[in-house]
């Protein structure tokens, strides 16, 4: 579960900017309140703005802290996407922290770049304001001549077996630009696993998912999860997109590519039959197959939808089904894992291709169901999602830059609004910010140009 996150100069950010998913006093919608280790957490947020405001940025820059962590490659952003309206930003450090719960221990990772170089990064059991924090590693370099130090907690330097691996870390593995904690992945030595539960916190909690981003594995999902496959099937029936079930064909690979692309076929079967468990996937522009080896010869898995019509039952497939019907098809996964799972679903755009008063339906299902285990955050230019039936105050932020071009964050509990009113109607008309200047519009003189 996420806690906070903190970022400073990267993107947008010029200071250290604070997002957090803390509940403030208020007794509607108790139920959006997880409750981990005697800390209390929200289930929704919704983050608005206008374009350019930098509400989009939380989001990314979450994601690059995400990926630096699992592939331990340092993301090109942390070097050229500092705050571009300081001309000394490059040489400035960037910071990125997240505080966050795994397994009801509440975390606290750090990570300071400057250049290139990880001057700071640091992993604490977090005291969570109430008591000290605890650190399991802390580590220091600066930028130019490297000047290395590296500590980590008494269990694992009293512990004769693992005190050995932070000298061997630090003198032979360990490069400049790579983080302490992507090397935590393979340790096992028990003292290790409070590091090892962090790291799996981004690997397996946390999903960002971008604009343009699919769900992978989607026709396995389907078909070995019933679970899912009825999830899926009764979201599709209740949105009224005409589909009556959601199934899985399976196609022998000769088949697939028939005699057009037999190279394909056999560089794939090659491949699989080298490495049995694996799966192959094979994007098109609006659908994933998966190539598989079932009993010792390769086929396709690929999704169908079959429609009820006057006709009698028709069978699309997902490249044949319309933009909106996929891209709901692709958040499924997410929602089906937030109700059953303690996971972070933290997705940009949220509304792209699908009708409002859909993704507002999807949106308020998830609000209202008391049974929900993960987190759901935004960013959103959806009005209509603007509604104290569906969030709470403090589940509603805003994101908006100030005169120096850096954006500031700030939820709509900060405003003390009564639960009656029409917070859309206030948005629109700019009480709370988030909005896009328009400036003089309406004065443009277009008839110069429809005249050249």
């Known amino acids: 579960m996420l806690i906070r996150l903190l970022v400073k100069n990267l993107f947008s950010f010029k200071e250290i900017t604070e997002f957090n998913m803390l509940p403030g006093r208020f007794n509607r919608m108790p139920y959006h309140v997880y409750e981990a280790n005697g800390l209390e957490l929200l289930k929704l947020n919704a983050m608005y703005g206008a374009n350019g405001a930098g509400k989009s940025n939380l989001i990314k820059s979450l994601a690059l ?120 992945a393979s340790r096992k030595n028990k003292v290790f696993d409070p590091f090892k539960m962090a790291l799996k916190w981004f690997t ?3 999903v960002p998912i971008m604009p ?68 192959r996937p094979f994007r098109t522009e609006h659908e994933e197959i998966l190539f598989v080896l079932r009993q010792n010869k390769v086929v396709a898995k690929r999704l169908y ?9 028709v069978k699309f497939t997902a490249a044949e089904e319309s933009d909106g019907t996929r891209r709901l098809l692709d958040y499924l996964p997410a929602f089906y894992a937030a ?42 230019h959806e ?20 005169k120096e071009g850096a954006t500031e964050v700030y939820a709509l509990s900060e405003f003390k609004e009564h639960h009656t009113l029409d917070i859309r109607k206030g948005y629109l008309n700019g009480r709370y910010g988030g909005i896009p200047f328009l400036g003089n519009l309406k004065d443009l003189n277009w008839e110069k140009y429809a005249e050249a």
């Open 65 to 184: 802290l995400s990926q630096f962590v699992e592939t331990g490659n340092l993301p090109i952003e942390f070097l050229i996407e500092t705050f571009k309206f300081d001309k000394e930003s490059r040489k400035k450090d960037v910071y990125v922290g997240v505080e966050f719960m795994k397994d009801e221990v509440p975390y606290y990772y750090g990570i300071t770049i400057n250049e290139g170089i990880i001057v700071e990064e640091e992993l604490q059991i977090s005291g969570v304001g109430k008591k000290e924090d605890y650190i399991l590693f802390l580590r220091t370099d600066k930028p130019g001549d490297k000047n290395l130090e590296l500590t980590f907690s008494k269990e694992v330097m009293e512990d004769k077996e693992s005190s050995v691996f932070p000298f061997f870390l630090k003198n032979e593995v360990l490069e400049r630009n790579q983080p302490v904690l992507f090397h935590m």
């Open 383 to 402: 009005s209509n999602l603007l509604d104290q039936e569906i969030f709470r105050p403090d589940e509603i932020w805003f994101a908006e830059k100030n």
């Open 305 to 313: 939808f079959l429609h009820d019509t006057d006709g009698g039952v």
């Open 339 to 380: 109700i059953k799972s303690k996971r972070v679903y933290i997705i940009d755009e949220i509304e792209r291709s699908i009708h409002p008063l859909l993704i507002k339906e999807l949106i308020s299902k998830f609000s209202h169901d008391q049974s929900t285990h993960g987190q759901l955050i935004f960013s959103t």
């Open 204 to 206: 397996n909690d946390l």
């Open 212 to 279: 343009f981003a699919r769900p992978t594995g989607l026709p396995l999902h389907l078909e070995e999860d019933i679970g899912f496959n009825k999830f899926a099937s009764d979201v599709m029936q209740a949105f009224n997109t005409g589909i009556k079930s959601i199934n899985v064909d399976t196609i022998p690979i000769e088949d697939f590519f028939g005699e057009d692309d037999k190279q394909q076929a056999e560089r794939i079967t090659s491949e699989l039959r080298a490495n049995p468990d694996k799966v």
